[in-house]
């Protein structure tokens, strides 16, 4: 299949490398960029833990040249990536929630104490769910610190524009609901809402799904779990049905 991703850099050239190795054709047209925020203000507290919901926090945290956040203390990722880079990193106690906030949630409050001091939270400027809200409702302090932000870019990249017009694309891997909204807006720009019927739109979830609404005439699938291994699954079920 050819594919575009939609996911910012350096993830992006990650995926589409993956895509490479199972037999497929990668396009690149992030519609966000990151911008990480190494002095971003850290209170200095006694944390008991740090938490992240996304591999740009890890980043961006990695990047800092003082000692607000110590490499010693336990920290909770959502995602299996996203531990990965955080051990990577220096966060050797790192832990995965398996893709899902709520997963997330539950192993935060199954393995530490509400007594044992704050949370760091370290996020981006626009968050998906209410982490914070949910952990402060189980009786847990949480500081939340703005590391990094995304901004969208107004257009498709020129090679993914030009592909979509051609005909020549199968599907566009969307991770992200702001990714998907720029997404959606890129493509009445350029004029080429809705897709026609042969593009597929592969969502890491319901959320990311939701803002494509009526800019597709073919399908809008969604991973089983949102995490990469179960969108790779969606595509390669999806390749394994094309006549």
């Known amino acids: 299949m050819r594919l575009i991703v939609t ?3 350096p993830g992006a050239t990650r995926t589409a490398r993956a895509l490479i190795r199972l037999g497929h054709a990668a396009i690149l047209s992030p519609m966000l960029d990151v911008v990480c925020d190494p002095q971003a203000p ?3 507290r006694a944390f008991q833990a740090v938490v992240v919901t996304s591999s740009n926090a890890v980043r961006a945290l990695a990047a800092r040249t003082d000692n607000a956040v110590a490499r010693g203390l336990p920290l909770f990722a959502v995602g299996d990536q996203t531990a990965l880079e955080a051990r990577r ?3 050797a ?3 995965s929630a398996g893709g899902a906030l709520d997963g997330l949630i539950a192993l935060l409050s199954g393995e530490l104490s509400a007594g044992g001091g704050p949370l760091l ?3 981006g400027e626009a968050q998906a769910g209410d982490l914070a809200g949910e952990m402060r409702a189980r009786g847990f302090e949480v500081e939340t610190a703005i590391v990094y932000r ?3 870019r107004e257009q498709l990249a020129g090679v993914a524009g030009d592909a979509l017009k051609a005909g020549s694309v199968d599907g566009v891997l969307l991770y992200s609901r702001r990714s998907a909204e720029t ?3 890129a493509l009445a720009t350029a004029d080429l809402a809705p897709l026609s019927g042969q593009v597929t739109l592969f969502c890491l979830s319901e959320a990311v799904a939701e803002p494509l609404s009526g800019v597709t005439a073919g399908k809008v699938v969604i991973a089983e779990k949102p995490n990469q291994i179960s969108l790779f699954a969606l595509i390669e079920s999806e390749a394994d ?3």
Request: aromatic share 12%; hydrophobic share 40%.
């Open 7 to 9: 996911r910012p850099e």
């Open 42 to 44: 850290i209170p200095e």
């Open 89 to 91: 990193a220096g966060f």
């Open 93 to 95: 106690h790192a832990r």
């Open 121 to 123: 939270y370290a996020a």
């Open 150 to 152: 995304t901004e969208p």
């Open 183 to 185: 997404f959606a807006r």
């Open 241 to 243: 049905a094309v006549p």
